[in-house]
T-cell receptor, first 113, second 110 residues
Framework: AAGVIQSPRHLIKEKRETATLKCYPI?????VYWYQQGPGQDPQFLISFYEKMQSDKGSIPDRFSAQQFSDYHSELNMSSLELGDSALYFCASSLTGGAEGYTFGSGTRLTVV | GIQVEQSPPDLILQEGANSTLRCNFSDSVNNLQWFHQNPWGQLINLFYIPSGTKQNGRLSATTVATERYSLLYISSSQTTDSGVYFC????????????FGQGTTLQVKP
């Protein structure tokens, strides 16, 4: 079965640079979510989109922005990167309202040096 | 906000042993999922189980929503079961925002 596809798998950036993470949801899923997992931490909700509109927002820094496109893929843009942004970034997708639960991608490991 | 507590925080097993992981949550939920995070960081969905009991091979899970807890059973553990097991819940009316517990780190020794 098709899964949630994230790219790239690994990314190394320098401080103050910009990074863009991409997420391709499972076909038929109309909702996309982004989570951040710091070292030794549990995943924390950042932001979600339903039908290309932002539906909810967590503790996402102002330096981060995201959007969902007409083909339902989503991109997370991070600017002015800081060392503390080093983390695993997960994308998840679901049917409307989370019916049948949420499926997570394999994550993008971002390292800021 | 809703609190999610998992126990035990760490568990070491000999291959072949059985184990039970627990997840307590502080409010009514409309979604509960168990995930396994492998050593490569991948989050694998084990069960979507807001209530009732499910089984998948050596793994099974039970959620008693009225008493606000869920259990994950691992039987005949294998070294590949090692990793972190997360319980995550979604509070009623808060669609899309999964709240994760702190996880149980499982190490299965050969």
């Amino acid at each position: 079965a098709a899964g949630v596809i994230q790219s790239p798998r690994h990314l190394i950036k320098e401080k103050r640079e910009t990074a863009t993470l991409k997420c391709y949801p499972i076909p038929r899923h109309d909702t996309v979510y982004w989570y951040q997992q710091g070292p030794g931490q549990d995943p924390q909700f950042l932001i979600s989109f339903y039908e290309k509109m932002q539906s909810d927002k967590g503790s996402i820094p102002d330096r981060f922005s995201a959007q969902q496109f007409s083909d339902y893929h989503s991109e997370l843009n991070m600017s002015s990167l800081e060392l503390g942004d080093s983390a695993l970034y997960f994308c998840a997708s679901s049917l409307t309202g989370g019916a049948e639960g949420y499926t997570f991608g394999s994550g993008t490991r971002l390292t800021v040096v | 906000g809703i609190q999610v507590e998992q126990s035990p925080p760490d568990l070491i097993l000999q291959e072949g042993a059985n184990s039970t992981l627990r997840c307590n949550f502080s409010d009514s939920v409309n979604n509960l999922q168990w995930f396994h995070q492998n050593p490569w960081g991948q989050l694998i969905n084990l069960f979507y189980i807001p209530s009732g009991t499910k089984q998948n091979g050596r793994l099974s899970a039970t959620t008693v929503a009225t008493e606000r807890y869920s259990l994950l059973y691992i039987s005949s553990s294998q070294t590949t079961d090692s990793g972190v097991y997360f319980c995550a819940v979604e509070r009623w009316g808060n669609t899309g925002k999964l709240i994760f517990g702190q996880g149980t780190t499982l190490q299965v020794k050969p």
